[in-house]
């Protein structure tokens, strides 16, 4: 892909398929249980909580499918913004440095996680622009990465408390959530070498493809 033909690209995340499938399916599956309850309860009560009990996971399935935004991430010729339920970040593609998929040592064997991590030169420029709702949300998300870097000493105990006290980066200060936010991409940085990280779920294909889309816009980005 070369700066003359770069084009916006839109990637809806593959956690949005089925939605309409789930939705309705639990629906009626619901119904018809709570219909059939209505003449079997009493001498099948725990086959019939049972039954309303799955029809319910699937419905929830499907409404958790629909609530999820319909785009993960846009791609354009300057930059690369990504979407979540409770807001979004963006960072130009001059901004980062690297992008490869997420990597650790478990059990003696190199692994691949569920993640392609961003490597960027200015945090405070992402930090401008995400909210504290979303950077609280990432918090909660990246808790499992944070777990495995401890347990396999990628990081210390003490550097994985959270921190919400404010924090200067680059002469600007933040605070509440997204102080801690800030903090936890720096940590992140020393246990696997990125600052962001894209899970796997939010493309609409593979990690390698993934990654391989992504490299062809950040190779090909405006000289500055």
Not at 58 to 77: C, E, H, N
Not at 80 to 98: A, D
Not at 213 to 223: F, G, M, N, Q
Request: charged letters at 20%; hydrophobic letters at 45%; proline letters at 4%.
């Amino acid at each position: 892909m070369t700066q003359s033909n770069r084009q916006k690209m839109t990637i809806r995340p593959i956690t949005k398929r089925n939605q309409l499938f789930l939705t309705m399916f639990g629906s009626i599956l619901l119904i018809m249980s709570l219909l059939i309850a209505t003449f079997f309860w009493r001498d099948y009560k725990m086959q019939m909580m049972l039954i309303i009990l799955a029809s319910m996971v699937v419905l929830l399935s499907g409404v958790a499918k629909l609530i999820q935004p319909d785009v993960s991430f846009i791609l354009t010729a300057d930059r690369l913004r990504f979407f979540h339920k409770w807001g979004q970040w963006y960072t130009p593609w001059q901004n980062i440095i690297r992008i490869d998929q997420v990597q650790s040592e478990i059990h003696g064997q190199r692994a691949q996680l569920p993640y392609l991590g961003i490597k960027i030169k200015s945090l405070a420029a992402v930090a401008k622009n995400i909210s504290p709702r979303l950077a609280n949300k990432l918090l909660h998300e990246q808790k499992e990465l944070l777990t495995l870097a401890v347990k396999t000493e990628q990081l210390s105990l003490e550097q994985s408390l959270l921190h919400f006290e404010p924090i200067v980066i680059e002469g600007e200060t933040f605070k509440g959530p997204v102080a801690a936010w800030v903090h936890r991409c720096q940590i992140l940085n020393q246990g696997f070498g990125f600052h962001l990280y894209l899970p796997e779920d939010a493309f609409d294909r593979d990690l390698d493809a993934s990654l391989t889309l992504l490299k062809s816009y950040l190779e090909s980005k405006p000289i500055s």
